[in-house]
């Protein structure tokens, strides 16, 4: 927790002193944090206002505002405006006419109504309104104006709060596949020991059942110099790492295997055996990556792609970039992908041509030639995933805001976007490999095991959809 402070004017009206028609106001905009903070503070984690699984499946498909979040900021202007400082309210009544969403800009108005010289009571109008000048609370408070003037300048400090638990979403992510059957994982070459530590976590937790393929020798000396108990684990020897790759593919050639995990071997050594025509896993659909991130300042899952296989894709390769993500979506869960198609700005282009793929993949979508999705681009970054930048900018669209999958123009600007939401944002990040035979963690050799244990969750949710889909 940090703090911001600022100095400011605190006056406030004595009952003598105010008249009927007197009003004040204050503006504040719904950003994520608000939600939690207020989830946390007043104990209601209602899954219909915090939750992501609701805001897709409720009636407004929209992170929304605890109703009373309006509430107290009436209170506030009550309190440190209007009548301001030593103002204690009676009563109040309020109507709620429409949700607030995350982006909504929100007005608070309060109106001198009525006055009671008996009991210096005073009756105020409250109304709130968003950006729109739509009303989304109406109602009345009754006060204890204040009899003793105060006027002075003080510094206010403002906390700046996160809430976050890292651990916390580790777990959740867990969960996902509790009661699911253990999947066959061939772990190619997991010979240091992030690498052997990610798979047998998975393992204790019952998410895979994994084949360590690698020089025994060397897996078991890692195991013993960590403390990773490997009782119960299959090992095959492999003589190094190119061969680890080959025999960890041919292992699920021939159905030992229903997954691939990458251990501590470069990434072109096991791709090499992927996409080999003659031995490897392609399928007719071009392969790529997704990453699956869970990010404690946004309010919904977020993937993105291509930021580890196709360096630079064709708008071909986009399609089935984007066909890839939209089936993972899926199946963890999301029945309508927003899918934001980004580039460095909202507007086509001529000159970038990244804003003419994107214009080419929305109206093939129209064409339904991706489907299961809600495209839109180009869009930049701050539109796609920021209600506050798409609503300065005026841009209307029911991606922009709220993405769910982030198709990036290259490679490099994606791996670049990863890293900084993994390492500056605190992102809870899996990596995943679709369009093969059967799903791969595709992993940084940097990544800690915690990473590579949520890449298994993810991994194990995709090979049961493929194991239900052959068996229908």
């Known amino acids: 927790m940090s703090e911001e402070n600022e100095k400011r004017h605190i006056v406030n009206k004595i009952y003598d002193e105010i008249r009927i ?5 204050l503006s504040r905009t719904l950003m994520p944090e608000d939600v939690k903070l207020f989830a946390v503070l007043s104990g209601d984690g209602n899954r219909g206002e915090t939750g992501h699984q609701y805001s897709q499946s409720g009636m407004f498909r929209e992170v929304m505002a605890h109703g009373m979040w309006s509430g107290s900021l009436i209170a506030t202007v009550l309190g440190t405006q209007f009548p301001g400082p030593g103002t204690i309210l009676i009563d109040e009544s309020l109507h709620f006419s429409r949700p607030v969403t995350i982006g909504d800009t929100i ?3 309060v109106t001198a109504k009525q006055k009671f010289d008996h009991n210096k009571h005073v009756i105020l109008d409250c109304v709130c309104t968003n950006q729109e000048n739509l009303q989304v609370v109406r109602g009345t408070a009754e006060v204890l104006a204040p009899t003793e003037k105060i ?3 003080e510094e206010v400090h403002h906390p700046l709060v996160s809430v976050d638990d890292k651990h916390e979403r580790f777990l959740q992510m867990l969960s996902l596949v509790r009661g699911l059957e253990p999947v066959p994982m061939a772990v190619a070459h997991p010979c240091d020991r992030e690498s052997l530590k990610g798979p047998i976590i998975a393992f204790h937790e019952g998410i895979i059942e994994p084949i360590l393929v690698g020089p025994e020798t060397r897996i078991r000396s890692v195991a013993e110099e960590f ?6 684990v299959r090992i095959v020897n492999a003589r190094h790492s190119h061969d680890s790759a080959a025999i960890a593919v041919s292992l699920v050639r021939t159905g030992d295997a229903e997954a691939l ?5 470069h990434t072109d050594e096991l791709m090499a055996e992927v996409v080999s025509r003659a031995n ?12 699956v991130m869970n990010v404690p300042t946004y309010h919904r899952p977020l993937l993105i792609t291509d930021a580890a296989v196709n360096i630079a894709p064709t708008l071909e390769d986009k399609v089935d970039i984007i066909q890839n993500a939209i089936e993972l979506a899926h199946i963890i869960g999301i029945p309508e992908p927003k899918v934001a198609i980004l580039s460095a700005v909202e507007t086509v282009n001529p000159k970038i041509q990244s804003t003419l793929d994107a214009a080419a993949l929305c109206k093939m979508a129209d064409r339904g030639q991706i489907t299961g999705g809600l495209l839109d681009g180009p869009l930049a970054f701050d539109n796609a995933v920021s209600i506050i930048a798409a609503k300065t900018k005026g841009i209307k669209s029911a991606v922009a805001g709220f993405a769910e999958i982030l198709v990036v123009p290259d490679l490099e600007s994606g791996n670049m976007v990863a890293k900084q939401l993994e390492y500056l944002a ?5 990596g995943i490999v679709l369009g093969t035979r059967v799903p791969i963690v595709l992993t940084s050799r940097a990544d800690s095991a915690e990473t590579r244990t949520a890449s298994c969750v993810i991994a194990a949710l995709v090979a049961h959809s493929y194991r239900n889909r052959a068996a229908a």
């Open 261 to 265: 995990m990458k251990g501590s071997l």
């Open 151 to 153: 006027s002075r300048i």
């Open 426 to 430: 605190n992102a809870l990040t899996a």
């Open 227 to 232: 403390g990773i108990d490997l009782s119960g």
């Open 280 to 291: 490897g896993l392609r399928t007719a659909r071009r392969i790529s990556h997704v990453f």
């Open 107 to 109: 007005t608070i108005t």
């Open 21 to 25: 028609g007197d009003c004040a106001s």
